[in-house]
């Protein structure tokens, strides 16, 4: 073989080389780029998460019994009354529940959400669970009378916790705008607390608070119930979780179920 027909096959070789490194490094980085999980950042717990909730828990303390808070709270409640003239709007009832409905069912209809149903159905188990045990446990052990006197279940609101847990699940789940109608609606809900004269202004700013926080926990626990439940598997099997509850209001006791398949 000549020195030319030598040449030309080194060269042919190292041709052929090169091409199959580069063709190696870019199917890694297909690959490496297909099996990049993204970083969850709505399930981890920050301390700075508990300022907004905490702050607010804490104001509507301020008000319980008849501390400096007591005046303010019962000049809120002669505004109401000057303004509903006895008058009560109804919706509340309703509409405590229309957030937590919407975070779990908004996703299937089209709307970009940041977990599937099977997280979200967690989630607000977990939250509701959340709820009934700090909002029902606050009422079992504070016993502030309500402003018609009636009852001694009144700090913090349910109807307002309910609602703000729902704002705040669906703030974190879904685009900006569909959270901020979410916290509209909440805030109807507090406002319709106080004109139906239910509550007072302190019940409703720590309802605010907690139900806050316990769409935080519903989240903070996610990554341990997909580990129970095995969520990061393969698809296939079937899983069921149960969370008992109490409601204060109506004392009544049940049980929430999640399944899939």
């Known amino acids: 073989m000549n020195v030319k027909s030598q040449i030309r096959t080194w060269l042919l070789v190292l041709t052929m080389t090169v091409s199959g490194v580069s063709r190696a490094q870019v199917s890694a980085d297909s690959v490496s780029t297909v099996y990049t999980v ?31 808070f007591g005046d303010i709270k019962h000049d809120v409640r002669d505004e109401f ?32 959400a940041k977990h ?9 188990v977990t939250s509701v669970a959340a709820y009934g045990v700090l909002a029902g446990g606050m009422k ?27 704002a705040e699940l669906i703030r974190s ?7 901020i ?11 319709m607390r106080l004109y139906n ?12 608070g907690v139900g806050i926080l316990c769409a935080r926990i519903g989240y903070w626990m996610l990554p341990v119930w997909r580990k ?17 509850f109490y409601d204060v209001n109506r004392r009544a006791a049940g049980a929430s179920f999640v399944s899939y398949f």
């Open 38 to 68: 993204p970083v969850d950042n709505t399930v981890k717990f920050k301390p700075t998460q508990l300022i907004l909730p905490g702050a607010l828990i804490a104001v509507g303390a301020l008000g319980i019994g008849n501390g400096w």
């Open 140 to 166: 079992l052990c504070i016993h502030e009378r309500r402003p018609q006197g009636d009852e001694t279940n009144s700090f913090p609101s349910g109807h307002t916790t309910l609602a703000f847990m729902g």
């Open 173 to 179: 789940e879904y685009p900006l705008g569909v959270g």
């Open 197 to 208: 004269d239910k509550h007072w202004i302190n019940d409703v700013i720590a309802g605010a």
């Open 116 to 124: 599937d149903f099977k997280d979200r159905a967690l989630v607000t």
């Open 81 to 112: 009354q000057k303004m509903s003239h006895g008058h009560q709007i109804k919706a509340d009832k309703y509409l405590q529940y229309l957030p937590a409905a919407g975070y779990l069912v908004m996703g299937s209809l089209g709307v970009k």
């Open 228 to 244: 129970v439940f095995r969520l990061d598997r393969q698809p296939g099997g079937s899983v069921m979780a149960m969370t008992p």
């Open 181 to 191: 109608s979410a916290y509209a609606v909440a805030c109807g809900v507090g406002f």
